[in-house]
């Protein structure tokens, strides 16, 4: 609990009875392994703050193939934010990569929470950025490095994930085949 109330205020200040009101919203959630926090095809029915495991967020392609695209661990939050906020059908899976306990927010009391706290939105608003701007940081190298140098990066933006995701998943996220990685992992050892 603690560690939410630290990530939401490095992006504003809130005082003792605006971080009361926001944790008496918040619930406890706990998911296994490869469960769903949302899922393609269905509403994306809460937001979530992830305290502990790692979520992926992953798609099917036009050839059937599942395509991981993101990963998100400890302390951050996690939402299909742009089709929570809408209310609409989400088109990707956020799946559990490990067991995760996340304090989450159903949109009701999330809109409670933005329509009593002044300055809420610009709070949420910068989270919000930091979140896109990881997550393009992240990306945008993987699109024009061979496979080796993806992986290398890999190893070096997520060191403390490497060891606990399935290879499958790496593999997918760096845009190649399982085999692959393998090679690639045995040449750089």
Not at 51 to 74: A, M, P, S
Not at 160 to 172: G, Q, W
Request: glycine share 4%; charged share 25%; aromatic share 12%.
């Amino acid at each position: 609990m603690k560690a939410f109330i630290d990530y939401v205020l490095q992006f504003g200040n809130l005082n003792k009875q605006q971080t009361d009101l926001i944790m008496s919203k918040a619930k406890m959630l706990e998911l296994h392994k490869d469960e769903y926090f949302s899922e393609a095809g269905k509403i994306p029915r809460q937001v979530g703050f992830i305290l502990e495991g790692i979520v992926r967020f992953c798609y099917y392609n036009n050839k059937g193939q599942e395509i991981t695209h993101h990963f998100i661990d400890e302390n951050n939050f996690v939402s299909d934010q742009q089709k929570f906020e809408a209310q609409v059908v989400a088109s990707e899976y956020i799946q559990t990569v490990t067991d995760c306990k996340l304090l989450v927010f159903s949109k009701k009391d999330w809109d409670d929470i933005g329509n009593t706290i002044v300055g809420w939105d610009n709070i949420t608003g910068l989270i919000l950025k930091n979140c896109l701007l990881k997550t393009i940081e992240r990306r945008s190298p993987l699109v024009s490095e061979d496979a080796t140098t993806r992986y290398l990066s890999f190893i070096e933006n997520f060191p403390n994930l490497v060891n606990r995701i399935p290879l499958s998943y790496i593999a997918s996220y760096l845009g190649i085949t399982q085999q692959s990685l393998s090679r690639i992992r045995k040449n750089i050892r």
